[in-house]
């Protein structure tokens, strides 16, 4: 685990679970390196994985309980009113734990009081370690007695859950990344890997580099940098994924190509899902695809022996997310190309810890350790195993449905753990709205800005990656360690630790009585080995892990699941060669689909589709990659992506601020032209919201339209309008310390070296923003420098204190690239020489 200071942990960011080697240094920051002997990455990183050290700053950090009294209450929340005002006149009170976590069992306890268990919920995160989202689940479900604890991993691979469960009758990805070395094809729909998961797109560059032979097509409405690895790129028209792969399944039967071997003796259902599948005609029309380019895709999945199809949100974020799912798997399953070494479907994770969360129950429609709430033995299984007579009987609410309740004046306690969903959820208005009307929200997070905890009653800090221990579980079901590197700033405590500390004062000691985060993993593997010592009545089993003891949780290394026995070098092992699957007769089932169009339609007031996504070097709502300075640079501003003959039809011109609109809402970008779009799609990325620029939040527009079955959003197909913003002047402004711009009409914030860049556009006139950007200066300086602007040229503004520039900025027309390096070169002199930078002559 250590070596010459270098500690084992595991990556922050997404679904692959890289490992990674990092040491403290001298600047206070972390030295980081890939891991060369983790079984994920073997020694590689992506750009925001070795940006990691740069993030452990204390920027903007939550350091102590704090509860926000209001003109309405002293105490945090009244809950017989919707009294609380997302803007109130309120103060902000720091608190010790004792009173913090009292507070919030009060609170819980008098809403269940009064109003029942389902009155209360939970918000968790795939950002949470294991062991937090099973205290978490194991609180809500087992002694609240509710199911209202879901998480922001609905928005990432609900949609999966429900194929995989459909088909093999539990929550199982069925390959190893090991596989993708030995594929002859893969198949990547719904997923930019080059970008969304680089270290996944970097292993499957070498795979063909080392065979040539090997076959990569691309499905992707976007001509995507994923795309520059393919063989065939199939510009699929959104939402039409089911009639794609129906048409591959009529295919595969048409051509003799299916395997009923396979099909006889270890599925059901084939007939139905053909039937239905042999329903799609004229399929190029329904996915916008040539007929020759349809042939050529379904010629080599149809002669190529080891197939691996990669989806993910492309596929999963959709009102028909779950069939899209289930009609990939049935060409798995028709042809046999699952269980074998380079063959299976592979839904890969947008979030460090979405299998974990998935496994322990962190989604409202499950229980714990893969069982479910439909079958009584698993609900007497976790009752026993729990010593509880209040599990919760039935699935709770899932994310959209939470919320629109909570809106609706039913949910009268909720705490959000490590998440931010008036950013992350559709509709952001009704996410805010839900949570005014909401009498007592808590909020645990390292920021103590966002969007969501200027919601909240009470904040609590949590403990960051690098300040917390635990485990996490990749997209090949392989359990990893995170480790703590840093003691933790302020009162930072764990997320277990803290739901414990509530759960205890709820009445609950017993059962929440852990001494570390060691104690609640060996507790979380014994339950998953009752009635499944050896994994055969379901496929998530750590039975080999149970005694472990303090010092092996420790220096614990990465294991696969099933688990009959600790690992002691690195294994794989993919699920389903023994063609045996969870359901109650052993079997897979097919299911049968039918393409369907998505929920939104075009129409003349709103003739283009909003696709969003992830940009290269961002994750999320940025709060921990934008605190690095070189990860800001790559993407410094909000965009929209637009193709040329759209940008001439509405008037825009490169690096124009558009305002995108529909019905709901409308938000700002600037304008990037590329024909990797298609004419009636616009892209946007996820990333940014209201702390990090002005009215530029995709979620803003999206509809909270959702599959049926997963609840799943669909963020890729929102009808929108777009236009010119027509600004009279633009500024630049650098800071040591953030600013609230919030009376400028466009900003965006970029953390760079030593501060914070800040991007501004104006309806105002130059010297009307001069003087407006005049009050953000630094207060009390020792001296303010300035240069009187005038017709096309620059006003230039600095304050010096302690004898170096302090904050700064420029405003002009139309700022240039010289501009930039001016302030930036301005902000890095020293106290020797900053007036003479200033005014670029010797004084």
């Known amino acids: 685990m250590i070596n010459d200071g270098w500690v084992k942990t595991t990556c922050a960011y997404c679904g692959v679970g890289c490992g990674v080697e990092a040491r403290p240094n001298t600047d206070g920051l972390l030295d980081i390196r890939g891991d060369k002997q983790h079984p994920s990455n073997y020694g590689k990183l992506c750009t925001k994985g070795v940006a990691l050290g740069d993030t452990v700053i204390t920027d903007g950090r939550l350091l102590f309980p704090t509860r926000f009294d209001t003109k309405s209450s002293n105490d945090g929340a009244d809950l017989s009113s919707n009294s609380k005002s997302s803007n109130p006149s309120r103060t902000a009170v720091d608190m010790d734990w004792s009173e913090a976590t009292q507070l919030i069992a009060d609170k819980f306890q008098q809403a269940i009081t009064e109003f029942g268990a389902d009155s209360v919920a939970f918000y968790v995160s795939g950002q949470l370690l294991t062991e937090d989202y099973y205290v978490a689940n194991k609180l809500m479900k087992g002694f609240i007695g509710s199911g209202n604890i879901d998480s922001n991993s609905r928005l990432c691979m609900a949609s999966s859950v429900v194929g995989h469960k459909r088909a093999f009758g539990s929550d199982t990805v069925p390959i190893c990344y090991d596989d993708l070395e030995h594929a002859e094809l893969v198949i990547i729909t719904g997923s930019n890997l080059a970008w969304c998961h680089p270290v996944l797109f970097q292993r499957l560059r070498s795979a063909k580099q080392n065979n040539p032979q090997l076959k990569i097509v691309v499905i992707d409405p976007r001509s995507t940098a994923t795309c520059e690895l393919a063989d065939l790129h199939l510009p699929i028209q959104s939402g039409s994924d089911v009639a794609l792969f129906n048409g591959l399944l009529s295919y595969l039967y048409q051509h003799n190509k299916l395997d009923l071997e396979y099909i006889n003796q270890h599925t059901d259902g084939f007939e139905h899902a053909l039937e239905s599948a042999l329903q799609h005609k004229d399929l190029s029309q329904l996915t916008g695809l040539a007929s020759s380019v349809i042939e050529n895709f379904y010629h080599l999945f149809s002669n190529s022996e080891k197939v691996i199809t990669v989806y993910s949100q492309g596929v999963n974020q959709s009102s028909q997310g779950s069939d899209k799912v289930s009609s990939i798997l049935n060409c798995h399953l028709a042809t046999g190309k699952i269980g074998k070494k380079g063959c299976g479907p592979f839904s890969i994770t947008g979030q460090p810890n979405a299998m974990g969360g998935r496994e322990v129950g962190g989604l409202a429609n499950t229980l714990a350790a893969h069982m479910e709430f439909n079958d009584p033995n698993h609900h007497q299984i976790i009752s026993d195993f729990w010593q509880t007579d209040n599990l919760a009987t039935q699935p709770g609410l899932k994310a959209i449905d939470l919320f629109d309740a909570m809106e609706a004046g039913k949910i009268k306690a909720i705490w959000i753990m490590a998440t ?424």
């Open 420 to 843: 931010n969903p008036v950013v992350s959820l559709p509709n952001s208005k009704k996410i805010e709205s839900a949570l005014e009307a909401c009498p007592f929200v808590v909020v645990s997070d390292c920021i103590a800005d966002t969007e969501t905890t200027r919601f909240a009653d009470v904040i609590l800090p949590a403990q960051g990656w690098s300040e917390k221990s635990g485990t996490v579980t990749n997209s090949e079901r392989r359990i990893s360690r995170q480790r703590r590197l840093f003691p933790s700033p302020g009162l930072a405590r764990p997320d277990w630790w803290i739901i414990s500390q509530v759960a205890k004062k709820m009445g609950f000691a017993k059962a929440f009585d852990y001494l570390h985060e060691g104690e609640v993993f060996k507790e979380y593997a014994r339950l998953t080995a009752v009635d499944n010592t050896k994994g055969d009545n379901r496929g998530l089993t750590l039975s080999g892990l149970v005694d472990l003891d303090t010092q092996e949780y420790n220096a614990l290394t990465p294991q696969q699941w099933p688990v009959l026995k600790k690992q002691d070098h690195i294994i794989h092992q993919r699920m389903f060669s023994d063609h045996q699957f969870f359901t109650p007769n052993k079997k897979a089932q097919f299911i049968a689909t039918t393409h369907a169009s998505p929920l939104s339609h075009l129409n003349a007031e709103h003739p283009l589709i909003l696709n969003s996504g992830r940009s290269r070097d961002h994750w999320h709502t940025m709060s921990r990659t934008g605190l690095s300075a070189r990860l800001s640079e790559h993407s410094p501003e909000p965009y929209v992506m637009i193709h040329p003959e759209t940008a001439n039809r509405h008037n825009l011109k490169p690096y124009d601020i558009a305002t995108i609109y529909n019905d709901h809402n409308q938000i700002q970008a600037r304008v990037e032209i590329s024909s990797t779009v298609a004419p009636k799609q616009l892209f946007m990325p996820i990333h940014w919201n209201n702390t990090t620029a002005k009215n530029s939040k995709p979620c803003d527009l999206i509809l909270p339209n959702a599959d049926l079955d997963s609840g799943q959003p669909e963020f890729k197909h929102t009808p929108v309008n777009i236009k010119p913003w027509h600004y009279r002047c633009e500024a630049l402004f650098i800071s040591k310390q953030t600013v609230d711009l919030t009376e400028c009409d466009y900003w965006v914030k970029q953390k760079v070296d030593n501060g914070y860049l800040y991007r501004i556009a104006s309806l105002q006139d130059p010297l009307q923003l001069t003087l407006t950007l005049s009050q953000y200066l630094t207060t009390n300086p020792e001296k303010i420098l300035s240069q009187q602007g005038g017709q096309h040229s620059p006003y230039r503004l600095a304050t010096i204190k302690s004898h170096t520039i302090h904050s700064a900025f420029v405003v002009q027309e139309k700022i240039s690239g010289g501009d930039k390096t001016w302030l930036q070169d301005l902000f890095a002199t020293t106290k020797d020489n900053a007036e003479e930078q200033f005014w670029g002559v010797k004084v």
